[in-house]
């Protein structure tokens, strides 16, 4: 097989959601990805997988793991700069330290300079897909997207729109709104990796016709997305019921202008209520779900286990800056910690840890046929981790027998200096 090469390592993967197949869960110990132009041949033991390519050369990765790149599914790229600030609740955060540093992307080689880091930071911590909020400026998102076609990362973003309850420099007409929509999404939607999302900031910040807006970008764009943010905060909560008193939730606001379905991934959804759910389930939109975020800003403690039980398909995100960082090993952490302690505690297992911080995200984007599992015909979409050797996860790894031990100390103890090497569609995005 010309130009295949084959990596050998410690492989696991979800081909499917875990909780509904028990065998979805794949592990190798000594393990192999056979790649060639970009995709996945074959995965499995490696001496099945050799023998399949007997002449490829071969990458000697033993000692490490090899993952699926991770997809995050809501991250804002302008908050970079503000990452750390705590001890304020999500209103007050926005007031105090968010949109000030989203004002500053109105200056576009501060947003450039911005985008530029935010999407190296992405790939040295093995995030290789993910769904970004932009800035409310037509150029700084457009320097996202650039940036991220740069750096071969696939990014799913849009325009942030809001004309109410914002600094009066974060305001747009619903008219400039649907212009510089428009214009990034003729630019950057299906061209190389990039894709667009509609992006209303959150029903809080928006009209009834910047919403309708919103619905008409989808109905003239089919195949976009949409993302924003849902029942994070009481208070926000109540300023959206305040703002839309006919909507009997706050998810009623998104369906009214079908900014809910596949196409749609919504943040947090902590404070939800029992008819939400069945609806988010009967749509199947995505929830986003950002356990670090929830806790930095004192949202609360997600009710996994209720979206589960509904049948709401459920991904993960870091919400960087609310959040504390890129990581979606520590964000996986962080979702079985914090239900640990929850209401209902349970224990979110590792198989599912990953697949919500890989195939779970692939499925909310409508990616899945193409990256999120090392199934073949996929893009090779990966990460190596490797511990440095003298430190505490490789002494943990000595020990380990079986992929509960791994997976339970990677998921633990693994930072971005055990991420060696990072490919997208086969393509090395980073290398440590
Ligand atoms: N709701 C509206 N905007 C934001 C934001 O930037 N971060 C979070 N966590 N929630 C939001
Ligand atoms: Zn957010």
Redesign the pocket.
């Known amino acids: 097989m010309n130009g295949a090469e084959l990596l050998r390592a410690s492989l696991a993967s979800t081909r499917a959601d875990p909780a509904r197949d028990s065998g979805a869960f794949a592990w190798h110990e000594d393990g192999a990805l056979l790649i060639c132009d970009g995709r996945i041949v074959a995965s499995g033991e490696f001496s099945e997988v050799r023998r399949a390519a007997p002449e490829s050369p071969v990458t000697d990765w033993r000692g490490g793991l090899l993952l699926p790149g991770f997809v995050d599914t809501?991250i804002?790229f302008p908050?970079l700069r503000i990452i750390g600030a705590l001890g304020r609740t999500?209103l007050d955060?926005?007031e105090q330290s968010?949109?000030p540093e989203?004002i500053r992307m109105a200056d576009v080689s501060y947003a450039a300079d911005t985008a530029r880091r935010f999407v190296q930071a992405l790939a040295s911590h093995g995030t290789t897909t993910a769904m970004v909020?932009g800035a409310h400026f037509p150029d700084a998102t457009a320097a996202l997207f650039e940036a991220a076609g740069a750096a071969c990362l696939r990014i799913v973003s849009g325009l942030?729109v809001s004309d109410r309850a914002l600094p009066l420099e974060l305001h747009q007409t619903v008219e400039q709104a649907y212009r510089d929509s428009t214009g990034l999404i003729k630019r950057f939607h299906e061209a190389g990796r990039t894709l667009y999302a509609a992006t209303p900031?959150?029903a809080?910040?928006t009209s009834e016709a910047m919403l309708e807006m919103c619905q008409t970008l989808v109905r003239e764009h089919p195949t976009i997305r949409v993302q924003?943010?849902i029942n994070?905060?009481q208070a926000?909560i109540a300023g959206v019921r305040d703002a839309f008193p006919w909507a009997r939730d706050y998810l009623a606001v998104y369906e009214r202008y079908s900014l809910t379905g596949r196409h749609a991934v919504l943040?947090?959804n902590v404070h939800t209520t029992d008819a939400e759910l069945d609806r988010l389930a009967a749509s199947r939109t995505t929830i986003a779900h950002?356990p670090a975020?929830n806790a930095a800003?004192g949202?609360g403690i997600f009710p996994l286990r209720r979206h589960l039980d509904a049948g709401v398909h459920v991904a993960l995100g870091t919400?960087v800056?609310?959040?504390t960082g890129f990581s979606m090993i520590k964000e996986a952490l962080c979702a079985h910690l914090m239900q640990r302690v929850g209401p209902s505690p349970f224990v979110l297992d590792t198989p599912r840890m990953l697949y919500l911080a890989t195939l779970a995200g692939a499925q909310a984007l409508s990616l899945d046929s193409e990256i999120g599992s090392f199934c073949p015909g996929k893009a090779a979409d990966l990460v190596y981790l490797r511990p440095p050797e003298d430190g505490p996860l490789a002494a943990v790894l000595e020990r380990a027998s079986g992929p509960e031990d791994v997976l339970g100390a990677v998921f633990t103890l693994a930072g971005s200096e055990s991420v060696r090497e990072v490919r997208v569609g086969g393509t090395r995005v980073y290398a440590a």
């Open positions: 809501h804002h908050q999500l955060w926005l968010a949109l989203e909020f942030v900031r959150f809080f910040s924003s943010h994070e905060n926000e943040a947090h950002c975020s800003l949202s919400d800056g609310g959040g």
